[in-house]
């Protein structure tokens, strides 16, 4: 794997984690299939295989410090470097007729979405900075959401998923600042409305349309923008 590119794509057995993993595959990447559950995470690889892309599982759960060290042992053993990260693992949290009202909010859910979408992304990302500082020209991609966005405030209130998503952005631009004398350069991305089961498969855009943001993110060029918040139309307000 010397001469190949690696990405690790956490979240990639299905949806906007998995096309992106294709994505990434189509054009010369080896990836690293991240999930949780080994039967879907081993379909996830066959599928990719299947598909001329050079795929391998890695077990991971981003809530759980163990399973994070033992991802990146198995990463440093497997390829020993990482150019790009992709955290895409996340959740939508608990609902209420389709909504979190903040007025009776559970303060559990509150924490389980913080949990994967916040507390996993720092997990995975400083897990693997040791491996990604060894690539020539290391990208992370956190895949956010318009809802985070304090400006737009789209979609329904979701007073659990939309501030997990606006401060992942705001972690985001505290990476970027940290590394900005180093190759690593740090993003977050909007995949839009998309089909998934997180939306119910009502949405318009299709998970390859979704994916198509955190490929470009994670394929900059050494002079691309650093801690920014980008969709297919260019920055999002934050």
């Known amino acids: 794997m010397n001469d190949t590119r690696i990405a690790l794509v956490t979240g990639a057995n299905?949806?906007?984690?998995?096309?992106?993993?294709?994505?990434?595959?189509?054009?010369?990447?080896?990836?690293?299939?991240?999930?949780?559950?080994?039967?879907?995470?081993?379909?996830?690889?066959e599928r990719l295989r299947a598909a001329d892309v050079?795929?391998?599982g890695v077990a991971i759960d981003v809530t759980s410090d163990d399973s994070v060290a033992a991802a990146a042992a198995t990463m440093e053993r497997t390829a020993g470097r990482l150019d790009v990260l992709v955290n895409n693992a996340g959740i939508g949290g608990q609902t209420d007729g389709g909504a979190q009202d903040p007025t009776t909010l559970d303060l559990d859910v509150v924490r389980t979405v913080l949990e994967t979408n916040v507390f996993g992304v720092v997990r995975v990302t400083n897990a693997m900075l040791p491996l990604l500082h060894r690539a020539?020209?290391?990208?992370?991609v956190n895949m956010s959401s318009n809802m985070g966005s304090l400006t737009l405030q789209t979609g329904p209130i979701l007073a659990a998923y939309a501030p997990s998503k606006s401060?992942?952005?705001?972690?985001t631009a505290q990476y970027a600042r940290r590394l900005a004398d180093t190759n690593v350069i740090v993003n977050a991305g909007c995949p839009g409305y998309v089909a998934t089961d997180f939306t119910g498969f009502n949405a318009p855009r299709t998970p390859e349309q979704g994916a198509a943001i955190a490929?470009?993110?994670a394929t900059l060029p050494d002079d691309g923008p650093r801690g920014g918040f980008f969709d297919d139309e260019g920055v999002v307000p934050w």
């Open 215 to 217: 490929i470009r993110l």
């Open 14 to 45: 299905k949806g906007i984690g998995f096309a992106i993993a294709q994505g990434l595959g189509a054009i010369g990447f080896t990836v690293a299939v991240g999930a949780r559950e080994e039967a879907r995470r081993e379909k996830a690889v």
């Open 136 to 140: 020539g020209s290391p990208r992370i």
């Open 54 to 56: 050079d795929a391998f």
């Open 167 to 171: 401060m992942l952005n705001s972690v």
